[in-house]
């Protein structure tokens, strides 16, 4: 088996204890798979604001102008229920389409997670408000 020295903890290790580089000589990472991944949490944690936006913008499209655009457009308040974000212990979710992949619109999470369990399904929610309404004017008793 090959083994490697990582540059950071410098213990030799075998080269599967490598993430991948096409870039690097020998097709692998100069740091281990630990240091790598310590290292980027660490920088995670630090730069909280700017991994999101990385993420968002590797993800989605949406930069942080397109995102800040939409939080004035829809009154800093989800799409579908209206709370306003600063009541949220959590971010907001960026809805996008699964099809398109295009962004949409901010929701909360639990709005986001109703989308998705419906599965952007646009008759399964109409099924959904017609039952909601079917039962809502019915006291339905407890057997």
Same mark, same amino acid.
């Given at each position: 088996?090959?083994?490697?020295?990582? =540059?950071?903890?410098?213990?030799?290790?075998?080269?599967?204890?490598?993430?991948?580089?096409?870039?690097?000589?020998?097709?692998?990472?100069?740091?281990?798979?630990?240091?790598?991944?310590?290292?980027? =949490?660490?920088?995670?944690?630090?730069?909280?604001?700017?991994?999101?936006?990385?993420?968002?913008?590797?993800?989605?499209?949406?930069?942080?102008?397109?995102?800040?655009?939409?939080?004035?457009?829809?009154?800093?308040?989800?799409?579908?229920?209206?709370?306003?974000?600063?009541?949220?212990?959590?971010?907001?979710?960026?809805?996008?389409?699964?099809?398109?992949?295009?962004?949409?619109?901010?929701?909360?999470?639990?709005?986001?997670?109703?989308?998705?369990?419906?599965?952007?399904?646009?008759?399964?929610?109409?099924?959904?408000?017609?039952?909601?309404?079917?039962?809502?004017?019915?006291?339905?008793?407890?057997?």
């Amino acid at each position: 088996m090959i083994n490697k020295i990582c =540059t950071k903890c410098k213990k030799e290790k075998p080269i599967t204890e490598y993430f991948n580089d096409k870039q690097k000589y020998d097709g692998k990472r100069p740091d281990c798979k630990v240091c790598n991944t310590l290292q980027c =949490t660490a920088w995670n944690r630090a730069n909280k604001d700017r991994h999101r936006y990385y993420s968002i913008k590797h993800l989605y499209g949406v930069t942080q102008e397109i995102e800040q655009q939409m939080l004035y457009d829809q009154d800093n308040s989800c799409a579908i229920c209206k709370i306003n974000f600063s009541l949220l212990s959590k971010k907001f979710c960026i809805d996008h389409c699964h099809d398109s992949g295009n962004y949409r619109g901010l929701l909360c999470e639990k709005c986001n997670q109703g989308l998705g369990k419906f599965n952007d399904n646009i008759e399964y929610l109409k099924s959904a408000i017609l039952y909601l309404e079917k039962y809502n004017a019915k006291i339905v008793s407890n057997f």
